[in-house]
């Protein structure tokens, strides 16, 4: 049976007493669920405090982002082998605000997350169309040539180690959620896709949804056969929703 997974992104929010608290809440919350299926993505100055608190929970954590070179002078960069050290399950790459905002094309996405395998770190790589190009109707074709560069630079086996998120960019923050309908059916198209080059790869592969997962829609999502849990942002930081939506992903 393939693995699910809830990740919380915090983006760029929270201080240090609020995410304890938040943690704190979290923890009690899901000590009943099966290990290694959350996780929470945090901003890097929090990690090791996140570490010494989780590390003796079934909660993983991880990063929003990390750089595609090993060292250097990269001002500003953080390396791989600094998320490793502070015990890293996951690196989300390829988020729509990283792509949008921060100029990060297919080809970095792809070195980022060839970095991220390297250094024994799950990526979790996140694909979606926008509004324009679901309603131009080339929400497939976005998303075949998104995964399409990943790849033709790691291979398709490399996805026995990664986690896809799909994220349509225009449920991301914006309260709009995919239809436990829309968002299966991309779901399959990644998953049969997939299924041509290698089909144990595909069966296995967690595929989480993103975009707008709240405590009152993820049972609905989460009960779809191709979605295996979720990448979460506003909802991550109210330890009630979180929770519930751990709790979702195991009906
Ligand atoms: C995200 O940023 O990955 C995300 C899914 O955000 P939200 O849940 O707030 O739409």
Redesign the pocket.
């Known amino acids: 049976m393939r693995k699910k997974l809830v990740a919380g992104?915090w983006?760029m929010h929270g201080n240090l007493a609020e995410n304890n608290d938040l943690l704190n809440a979290i923890i009690s919350g899901v000590t009943e669920l099966r290990s290694e299926s959350v996780a929470v993505c945090v901003p890097y100055p929090f990690i090791p405090s996140v570490q010494d608190k989780l590390k003796k929970t079934n909660i993983a954590w991880g990063a929003q982002n990390v750089s595609q070179y090993d060292k250097g002078a990269y001002t500003g960069e953080v390396s791989t082998t600094m998320l490793n050290d502070f015990g890293c399950s996951y690196v989300?790459v390829g988020?729509?605000?990283r792509r949008t905002l921060f100029g990060e094309d297919s080809k970095i996405v792809a070195e980022k997350y060839v970095a991220v395998q390297k250094a024994g770190l799950t990526p979790i790589l996140?694909v979606g169309e926008t509004l324009e190009q679901r309603e131009a109707g080339t929400t497939e074709q976005v998303i075949g040539e998104q995964l399409n560069a990943v790849i033709a630079l790691a291979g398709v086996d490399s996805l026995s180690k990664a986690v896809i998120?799909y994220?349509p960019v225009w449920?991301?923050?914006?309260g709009k959620t995919a239809t436990p309908q829309q968002a299966q059916d991309i779901h399959s198209f990644i998953r049969s896709g997939i299924a041509t080059q290698n089909a144990s790869v595909a069966e296995n592969l967690t595929i989480q949804y993103?975009?707008?997962?709240k405590a009152n829609n993820a049972i609905e999502l989460f009960a779809m056969p191709d979605i295996d849990g979720?990448?979460?942002?506003?909802?991550?930081l109210i330890a009630s929703d979180f929770i519930a939506i751990c709790h979702a992903m195991q009906n």
Do not use: D, Y
């Open positions: 992104n983006k989300i988020h729509s605000e996140c998120a994220e449920a991301i923050g914006t993103g975009g707008s997962v979720g990448l979460i942002g506003g909802a991550s």
